[in-house]
């Protein structure tokens, strides 16, 4: 029974929906061998979505996340079984306390999420389970149940690359928890597991029991064997301990400090395959921070001497690692001079005997951060974050020489938001990469699912916004999952190969049907036809700017002449026109009733003016009046004075 991964996802039962889908990049054909979908807005709503994670069985995909839409933080669980075609979303916390830190394991049918929540009044772990992939779940159970704070570590080190490396993990009817707890007065490593899909559990392991403060457990599952390593501060500095089982978590051999130097040990990530089990740490021993190596041969019975991956003069950070089963072990991480680090990556040909070169996967003047590594026999793929001016994107660069030679980056968010930490997951040929991103206005969880190797995909556009009612004129983007071109029309007419060729996003100002497709060689998809309704309720600005309130305008009687001058805009529809009128200042008596002024160039209203003629001395009221194209007014008024002379 092979152990699946971990990542997040969303909902409450709420309804079976296929996931609105944004623009993606157009790759170029050289650019990667994965085809990307479009992005599934898998959250959609109007909270802030944040904490994904994801676990892959088969075609199953469960993702969490927490979720302010309810009003306090909730966790989210979304389900699709169409291998992320379409999702159904459940609230699993949904109490009146916050809850934090979701985390997501499956094995097969089974489906297990725990989170951090505050409801009892102070925080404790919490676990709901299904046996029915996802469809039902349990009443949650309290795991830890004390007056300590029971947390995660932070978010980053929840899941990494494709092992089962958070805090939970799942495989047949079994499932493994750990966590940090301040009951003891001190950060303790604690452990349950349940031999029965969640049903019961077994008594809580104190996994450190020790008085200094134990951190960042991380748990890695294979068969019977139960690994767990954490950084403690017993020995000072901080360094990494570890600790194992043989029969499925019921007890655990004796710790051992796997670093062993008193610079300071922290954050480990594991990953193994077979008998070979991996563990990397963030060190301190050389002086600035590096990323050392341990491996085991023996099913984590002994390791061999400890290997430092990194050996520069600045710091290391956001290292992860994965294993395959043709004995490659890939390590990335990000390091740099600051404010600019750029992502790295060491491989191993023979099951972390030896590690080759130290290629710069994102070789950019740019901060590039969060990197995640999945790998199989036939390739490595590696996601991040990278900041590019104006912008957060999610990048995506893959190798299938074993990390010789890197195909192109390609950005895999590609909006105007900002993207968040990615985490990915690889299940058969379907590479899943989900993260948050602000490109709708608030934050959601965007999912994007990669075809490993392409093949040959029918052309299909997809468009961001989709047609309906709005508020605000639309810049409304056309992409399409393979190179091709795509043709539009704005007067509700097919479009042809003669059209518009889609080049840049399509302003929408007003209520406008758009029809379009697209064409790859000789593979074109049928003409989508998406409405716009503007609905422009903003009202337009205007001003006169002369002659000022109050001021006294004097001439030659009869007739004397007032220049009026002023401006006008509107950032919806546009600006119609502009009239003017005159009224008595106190009974509001019409002295004379709206007239048309004249913009200072044709068309443009942002600059007019309008000639009155008074006969008679005395105070009168101008107000001009602005009328947009979608008759919304607004009007300014000004007093002034007339004196013959």
């Given at each position: 029974?092979?152990?699946?991964?971990?990542?997040?996802?969303?909902?409450?039962?709420?309804?079976?929906v296929?996931?609105?889908?944004?623009?993606?990049?157009?790759?170029?054909?050289?650019?990667?061998?994965?085809?990307?979908?479009?992005?599934?807005?898998?959250?959609?709503?109007?909270?802030?979505?944040?904490?994904?994670?994801?676990?892959?069985?088969?075609?199953?995909?469960?993702?969490?996340?927490?979720?302010?839409?309810?009003?306090?933080?909730?966790?989210?669980?979304?389900?699709?079984?169409?291998s992320?075609?379409?999702?159904?979303?459940?609230?699993?916390?949904?109490?009146?306390?916050?809850?934090?830190?979701?985390?997501?394991?499956?094995?097969?049918?089974?489906?297990?999420?725990?989170?951090?929540?505050?409801?009892?009044?102070?925080?404790?772990?919490?676990?709901r389970?299904?046996?029915?992939?996802?469809?039902?779940?349990?009443?949650?159970?309290?795991?830890?149940?004390?007056?300590?704070?029971s947390?995660?570590?932070?978010?980053?080190?929840?899941?990494?690359?494709v092992?089962?490396?958070?805090?939970?993990?799942a495989?047949?009817?079994?499932?493994?928890?750990?966590?940090?707890?301040?009951?003891?007065?001190?950060?303790?490593?604690?452990?349950?597991?349940?031999?029965?899909?969640?049903?019961?559990?077994?008594?809580?392991?104190?996994?450190?029991?020790?008085?200094?403060?134990?951190?960042?457990?991380?748990?890695?599952?294979?068969?019977?064997?139960?690994?767990?390593?954490?950084?403690?501060?017993?020995?000072?500095?901080?360094?990494?301990?570890?600790?194992?089982?043989?029969?499925?978590?019921?007890?655990?051999?004796?710790?051992?400090?796997?670093?062993?130097?008193?610079?300071?040990?922290?954050?480990?990530?594991?990953?193994?395959?077979?008998?070979?089990?991996?563990?990397?740490?963030?060190?301190?021993?050389?002086?600035?921070?590096?990323?050392?190596?341990?491996?085991?041969?023996?099913?984590?019975?002994?390791?061999?001497?400890?290997?430092?991956?990194?050996?520069?003069?600045?710091?290391?950070?956001?290292?992860?690692?994965?294993?395959?089963?043709?004995?490659?072990?890939?390590?990335?991480?990000?390091?740099?001079?600051?404010?600019?680090?750029?992502?790295?990556?060491?491989?191993?040909?023979?099951?972390?005997?030896?590690?080759?070169d130290?290629?710069?996967?994102?070789?950019?003047?740019?901060?590039?951060?969060?990197?995640?590594?999945?790998?199989?026999?036939?390739?490595?793929?590696?996601?991040?974050?990278?900041?590019?001016?104006?912008?957060?994107?999610?990048?995506?660069?893959?190798?299938?020489?074993?990390?010789?030679?890197?195909?192109?980056?390609?950005?895999?968010?590609?909006?105007?938001?900002?993207?968040?930490?990615?985490?990915?997951?690889?299940?058969?040929?379907?590479?899943?990469?989900?993260?948050?991103?602000?490109?709708?206005?608030?934050?959601?969880?965007?999912?994007?699912?990669?075809?490993?190797?392409?093949?040959?995909?029918?052309?299909?556009?997809?468009?961001?916004?989709?047609?309906?009612?709005?508020?605000?004129?639309?810049?409304?983007?056309?992409?399409?999952?393979?190179?091709?071109?795509?043709?539009?029309?704005?007067?509700?007419?097919?479009?042809?190969?003669?059209s518009?060729?889609?080049?840049?996003?399509?302003?929408?100002?007003?209520?406008?049907?758009?029809?379009?497709f697209s064409?790859?060689?000789?593979?074109?998809?049928?003409?989508?036809?998406?409405?716009?309704?503007?609905?422009?309720?903003t009202?337009?600005?205007?001003?006169?700017?002369?002659?000022?309130?109050?001021?006294?305008?004097?001439?030659?009687?009869?007739?004397?002449?007032?220049?009026?001058?002023?401006?006008?805009?509107?950032?919806?529809?546009?600006?119609?026109?502009?009239?003017?009128?005159?009224?008595?200042?106190?009974?509001?008596?019409?002295?004379?009733?709206?007239?048309?002024?004249?913009?200072?160039t044709?068309g443009?209203?942002?600059?007019?003016?309008?000639?009155?003629?008074?006969?008679?001395?005395?105070?009168?009221?101008?107000?001009?009046?602005?009328?947009?194209?979608?008759?919304?007014?607004?009007?300014?008024?000004?007093?002034i004075?007339?004196?013959f002379?």
């Open positions: 029974m092979r152990l699946n991964r971990q990542f997040l996802l969303a909902g409450a039962l709420i309804s079976l296929s996931a609105p889908v944004l623009p993606i990049a157009i790759r170029s054909a050289e650019a990667s061998d994965t085809v990307f979908s479009g992005i599934k807005n898998l959250s959609n709503n109007i909270g802030v979505s944040d904490f994904p994670q994801l676990s892959i069985s088969d075609e199953n995909v469960f993702a969490v996340w927490k979720d302010t839409s309810f009003g306090n933080g909730d966790i989210l669980f979304s389900r699709s079984h169409d992320g075609e379409n999702f159904e979303n459940t609230n699993l916390s949904n109490n009146i306390g916050v809850s934090n830190s979701p985390q997501v394991a499956s094995a097969d049918d089974r489906v297990y999420v725990v989170w951090s929540d505050n409801v009892p009044g102070n925080d404790d772990i919490f676990i389970a299904s046996s029915d992939a996802g469809q039902n779940f349990g009443t949650a159970t309290n795991l830890s149940s004390n007056p300590g704070a947390t995660f570590p932070a978010y980053e080190d929840h899941a990494s690359g092992n089962s490396n958070g805090q939970i993990s495989s047949d009817d079994s499932i493994y928890v750990v966590w940090q707890d301040t009951t003891t007065g001190n950060s303790e490593i604690l452990f349950r597991r349940s031999s029965d899909g969640g049903s019961t559990f077994e008594n809580t392991i104190n996994l450190s029991s020790n008085s200094a403060p134990s951190l960042h457990p991380i748990l890695l599952v294979e068969g019977n064997h139960v690994f767990v390593v954490w950084e403690d501060k017993s020995t000072g500095g901080g360094d990494v301990f570890y600790r194992r089982s043989e029969d499925g978590g019921a007890s655990f051999g004796g710790t051992i400090n796997l670093s062993e130097t008193s610079a300071g040990s922290y954050r480990p990530k594991l990953a193994n395959h077979g008998d070979h089990l991996y563990v990397i740490w963030l060190d301190k021993s050389l002086g600035k921070t590096n990323v050392h190596f341990k491996k085991s041969s023996d099913d984590g019975i002994s390791f061999s001497g400890s290997i430092a991956l990194t050996n520069a003069d600045t710091s290391a950070g956001h290292h992860q690692i994965t294993a395959t089963s043709n004995g490659m072990v890939f390590v990335i991480w990000r390091d740099g001079p600051n404010p600019i680090k750029e992502l790295y990556l060491r491989a191993s040909e023979d099951h972390g005997n030896t590690f080759g130290t290629p710069n996967l994102s070789n950019n003047d740019v901060d590039s951060a969060w990197g995640q590594v999945a790998a199989d026999d036939d390739g490595v793929y590696v996601v991040w974050r990278d900041t590019p001016p104006g912008s957060k994107e999610v990048y995506f660069r893959e190798s299938h020489d074993g990390s010789s030679s890197f195909q192109a980056t390609v950005d895999i968010s590609n909006n105007a938001g900002t993207s968040g930490i990615p985490l990915q997951d690889l299940s058969g040929d379907k590479l899943y990469v989900v993260w948050r991103d602000s490109a709708v206005g608030n934050y959601e969880i965007f999912l994007k699912v990669g075809t490993v190797g392409g093949g040959s995909l029918p052309v299909t556009t997809t468009v961001f916004p989709p047609g309906g009612t709005y508020s605000s004129p639309q810049s409304v983007t056309l992409t399409t999952n393979v190179p091709a071109s795509t043709y539009y029309t704005l007067d509700g007419s097919p479009p042809t190969t003669s518009s060729l889609y080049t840049e996003p399509v302003d929408i100002e007003t209520t406008t049907t758009l029809k379009f064409i790859d060689g000789s593979d074109s998809e049928p003409v989508q036809s998406h409405s716009y309704v503007i609905i422009d309720d009202s337009p600005t205007v001003a006169i700017t002369s002659p000022a309130g109050g001021s006294t305008i004097t001439g030659r009687q009869p007739g004397v002449a007032a220049n009026i001058v002023g401006t006008a805009s509107d950032d919806s529809s546009g600006v119609q026109k502009v009239e003017i009128k005159v009224t008595d200042p106190v009974t509001l008596a019409l002295v004379e009733a709206y007239e048309v002024a004249t913009p200072t044709p443009d209203w942002s600059d007019w003016t309008h000639t009155l003629t008074f006969n008679t001395e005395g105070s009168y009221r101008i107000t001009a009046r602005a009328t947009d194209n979608s008759g919304n007014q607004s009007w300014n008024s000004k007093i004075t007339i004196a002379t």
